[in-house]
């Protein structure tokens, strides 16, 4: 197995950002901690996906890879692991930050030959390297995903859950929050169409992916208005 670094708060490799969002705990990483400090976009959704939420996972984390941008996920089944693949198809570069120790990490088959630790590739924990996957751990590492995101783009979300929790997240963290909204409404995206009910921005078809990428590398929103508590 592919040895880990530890990287500490007073390291320069350790995302100054990052620390009062962590309460300073030191991350535990394998591949190319300088991603870290590049430019990025966070994509998350379902682990149950659609097959059309598939589609915008693995276009979106390619199209950002594309515009030079890193896709950070949360190497979950489906919508995350679509978005390192298309980023990484894309010639384009990932941080998968996980919901366990790093010890626990390896290769989905999916990705193994895509995968370059030395050149497009970091896995990230915040958690201890032996830690076992918990449900509340799944919740915490969205903290991280959006941390290191200058945006979070939500491609298929459930009433409740992880999805939800990450966009709340974002919003606590005042970052732009964008959701697609599909043309047909189906149970696996309502919480999409509660996001864009209340203040995520809409992405209606393909066309709006570049702008919207634009728009998120630019400056933050003067305002982001919190959303309603009642979506988790």
């Known amino acids: 197995m592919k040895t880990y670094d530890t990287v500490k708060l007073n390291d320069q490799a350790y995302p100054a950002t990052i620390g009062q969002l962590l309460h300073d705990r030191p991350l535990f990483a394998m591949g190319r901690v300088d991603l870290m400090h590049q430019t990025a976009i966070g994509i998350c959704g379902s682990r149950d996906a659609s097959k059309r939420a598939l ?9 950002a890879a594309r515009q030079g941008l890193v896709v950070v996920s949360g190497y979950a089944r489906g919508v995350d ?6 980023a990484l198809e894309a010639g384009g570069q990932t941080i998968a930050v996980l919901p366990e120790g790093i010890q626990r990490f390896s290769l989905v088959k999916e990705l193994r030959s895509l995968v370059d630790f030395e050149r497009n590739f970091l896995a990230l924990s915040m958690f201890q390297p032996d830690a076992v996957w918990k449900a509340w751990m799944a919740m915490e590492r969205n903290r991280l995903i959006v941390g290191l995101s200058m945006a ?3 491609i298929e979300a459930r009433p409740r859950g992880g ?3 990450a966009a709340l997240e974002c919003v606590r963290q005042k970052k732009r ?8 409404e189906s149970e696996s995206d309502v919480g ?4 864009i009910a209340d203040s995520a921005i809409p992405l209606k078809h393909v066309g709006e992916l570049q702008d919207a990428l634009r728009q998120a590398m630019s400056d933050p929103p003067a305002e982001v208005r919190q959303l309603v508590l009642n979506l988790v």
């Open 55 to 63: 589609h915008w996972a693995h276009h979106f984390g390619g199209e």
């Open 81 to 86: 692991r679509e978005a390192h693949r298309g």
């Open 152 to 154: 979070l783009f939500v």
């Open 163 to 165: 999805t939800i929790n």
């Open 177 to 184: 929050l964008y959701a697609i909204a599909y043309r047909s």
């Open 192 to 195: 999409n169409r509660r996001l």
